[in-house]
């Protein structure tokens, strides 16, 4: 994975909060996303721009 592309800017993720849950987000490094524990989603990075639409949203899985 391109370094780029896996660095989220931490000013801009302490202004992200989920559209559905409005709660925080966490960056997970791994699988380059924005993942809401209280909505249990997780939001895809493209070309280091989040992608915050729940209909693009990954549904987490225990």
């Known amino acids: 994975m391109d370094e780029k592309l896996s660095k989220v800017d931490p000013k ?4 992200l909060v989920c559209p559905l849950s ?3 987000l966490s ?5 380059n ?3 809401s524990e209280r909505a249990r989603l997780a939001y895809p990075i ?3 721009i ?3 639409l729940v ?3 990954r549904k987490i899985e225990d």
């Open 12 to 15: 801009l993720l302490d202004l």
């Open 22 to 24: 409005k709660g925080r």
């Open 27 to 31: 960056f997970n490094r791994e699988t």
């Open 33 to 35: 996303e924005l993942i």
């Open 46 to 48: 493209r070309d280091g």
């Open 50 to 52: 989040p992608i915050m």
């Open 55 to 57: 209909s693009e949203a």
